[in-house]
């Protein structure tokens, strides 16, 4: 595909990356020319120095050949008038990121009225994410696929657990499962039957969900969390005002702590049945005043990725049960893991997983992105036309950074072998490092455009 990034900040980088690893051509654009030669350095793509919104720019860049145009720039209004532009000139499709919470109500009428295709709300998305997780109940990090039954679940080896210093062959784990992946330090593998778990290791493990849970409580002896009640947030940004209007509307005591003081007036106004705090989050003095170690979750969205990790550090040793921290450098979120805090969320990689689902149709269900982008876990429907059905694993040749962790065929989980088959229409969930992510679309689909065949089906590529 021929695809057009407007924007060269930390969103326009991680999918200039990510599409250039797809074989696709991608065109960077921005009028900082120090982004652009940072891009250049690392990415294969061509780089444009240039205003976006330039009818000239976008017209000698072929937009109308273009197969998908994203705008990210810092300004809502920007992204949505280059989107208009482009599809006015013959782009196929257009993705904007809009953020400002004014715009949310209106979201579906800017769609049909600027032609936008798709819209990429960061800190909506991060809200999601974060809300769906302090809510749950379960004491580790567990993702859900398959509508629920699939769980992908992550904790920490220590010096008690049984399966250190054994080979995984030798282990015996919770029924239908498989361990995937093993972070040691900082470095991901995917392992085989005679891999060595350590004290300390990371491990992932991809089952059926129920099965996934009995072990948390038994095997790990971990309690569940106590129901969330009250939660502090440590930032009073778009993504505090999205997360406390979903936690409130779950009946959930929310504290905002803001130092902008005209920033905490326009949360009291928008949000009166929370308690907005006009002070510096790094206050420890304030902190305890306001009982935070009382707190059943705490979420760090100071604007520092540094405030945030130090900040987490302390409220772990007051005893703080959930500690989501919000970090926008992907570096950092192996930090967090080395910690051993609870949970960091990255705004980039949540939109960009949000714009690769789109982009992927109806056949990519869902995609998280771990340990800073550096391993995907995909939730794929086979189709007829796959080279993966019909044929036992072993003789497929997957290579070694790709493991399916589960199948799902009639509403039933299958943890695969090298005998497994894999039928049309079956959810398969993938987990797979990043360098061998454009290894995955051949074993799906047989057509040289791959997985992004359905959403362009039809359509002339610009190269």
Known sequence: MYIIIVGAGKLGYQLSEMFSLKENHVALVDINEE?????????????????????????????????MLIAVTSKDETNMLIANLAKKLGCKKVIARIRNPEHTSQIKFLKEHLCIDYVSNPELEVAKEIGKNILKSEAVNMEDFAKGRVGMFEYKLTSSSEWINHPLKDLTLPKRSLIVAVLRDGKMTIPNGFTVLNEGDIIYLIGVKEELEKHSKKE???????????????????????????????????????????????????LPEALIIHGDATDINLLIDEDFGEMDGLVLFTGF???????????KKHGVPKIITKVSKPNYVNIIEELGLEMAINPVLISAAGIMRYVHGGRLLSISMILGGHAEVMEIIAQEDSKIVDKPLHKLNIPTGIIIGAVVRGGKVYIPDGNTIIHPGNRVVIFCLKEETSKIEPLFYKTKRGILNELWRGNKTHR
């Open 305 to 315: 990725d540094e405030e945030n990790i130090l900040l987490s550090m302390v409220a």
């Open 35 to 67: 982004a652009l030669l940072k891009a250049n350095s690392s990415i294969d793509l061509l780089t444009v120095n240039a205003n976006g919104m330039n009818l000239k720019v976008l017209e000698e860049l072929n937009v109308n050949s273009a197969d």
């Open 220 to 270: 790990l002896q971990l309690t569940p969390h106590r129901k969330t009640r009250r939660v502090m947030i440590l930032g009073g940004g778009k993504a505090a005002f999205y997360l406390s209007k979903m936690l409130i509307k779950s009946g959930v005591v929310v504290k905002i702590v803001e130092r902008d003081k005209e920033r905490c007036k326009n949360l009291a106004q928008t």
